[in-house]
DNA sequence: TCCTGGACATTTTA
DNA sequence: CTAAAATGTCCAGG
């Protein structure tokens, strides 16, 4: 089990922007682009010394794979944030919750939604999702998780399991439109559930390599940043856990690049 | 033993 | 060549 504490942090934070310089920073991002530029430089490196020491992060590394795993939140704000988003995040319904994968369309086993900057869009497994305009809870977790991580993000992948039964099976995200160098930034809330890496010259009968699986519980709260070149050489699931009864919500932010279409 | 769930491999095209 | 799905097989543990 992971032990750790969390950075204290005022609680009183979606309520009133003023308390929050940060927010009022990104309110400022609207009006001039060449100054919130400079003004994030900044914010990045001087977060990045206010997190360096008091922020434990646990470093999960094999060949191939890089990834940061840390408490983001402590379980008081955790709660709360669960609880925003079960009331402000809309999910996909129809064909937008189909997936097509070996020619045949299924409805994915858990619920969708995508939000991030005007214009953005994010294709998988033959299906393009549109962003919806962020909600002041995403907005609020997206600026957490950029001082926490020193990187900006412009999308959040949403996917609810509504428990144990819900999972997402192994893949990897080598989309095109991605951002190589910026990590996915994994944020889980609610029920904790475990995640499983595979190598991909592991996978298979005829597999020429034997590398073990890399294998994590995902806790509430906690932030997961699988950094470049993880998402070139090993797939990850979120397997089915029967014995899990209740929903876990978790945001995958990323970075879309606007131009770099297929 | 039986039952369940987990770890895989397989599938061959809305 | 790949595949964000479901399904079947095998096996360990209770």
């Not at 020491?53 to 983001?72: N, R, S, T």
């Not at 944020?187 to 005829?206: N, P, Y």
């Not at 294998?215 to 090993?234: D, F, I, Q, R």
Request: overall charge positive.
């Amino acid at each position: 089990m992971f032990v750790s504490r969390s950075r204290k942090r005022s609680i009183d934070w979606a309520t009133s922007e003023q308390k929050d310089p940060f927010r009022k920073k990104i309110k400022d991002e609207e009006c001039n682009q060449e100054m919130v530029k400079e003004a994030m430089k900044q914010e990045e490196d001087s977060n990045l010394i206010e997190f360096l020491q008091p922020f434990p992060w646990q470093k999960i590394e094999a060949e191939g794979l890089d990834c940061d795993y840390a408490l983001l939140f402590s379980k008081e704000e955790a709660d709360h944030l669960y609880t925003k988003l079960e009331e402000e995040v809309v999910y996909l319904t129809g064909d937008e919750t189909k997936v097509k994968v070996f020619g045949k369309v299924f409805n994915v086993p858990r619920k969708l939604a995508t939000y991030g900057d005007t214009g953005l869009s994010y294709t998988y497994s033959g299906v393009s999702h549109q962003a919806s305009q962020w909600t002041p809870t995403l907005k609020y977790i997206r600026d957490v998780v950029t001082k926490a991580t020193g990187k900006t993000f412009n999308f959040v992948l949403i996917n609810r399991y509504k428990n144990g039964q819900d999972q997402m099976g192994e893949h990897r995200d080598d989309e095109r439109e991605l951002d190589p160098l910026c990590p996915i930034a994994s944020l889980s809330l609610g029920a904790a559930r475990d995640f499983v890496f595979r190598h991909q010259e592991a996978r298979g009968k005829r597999s020429r390599r034997q590398i073990k699986p890399v294998k994590l519980e995902l806790a509430h709260g906690s932030l997961l940043l699988m950094n470049s070149p993880t998402n070139t050489y090993w797939y990850h699931s979120l397997p089915a856990r029967k014995r899990v009864l209740t929903p876990r919500i978790n945001l995958t932010f990323r970075h879309i690049l606007q131009d770099g279409k297929k």
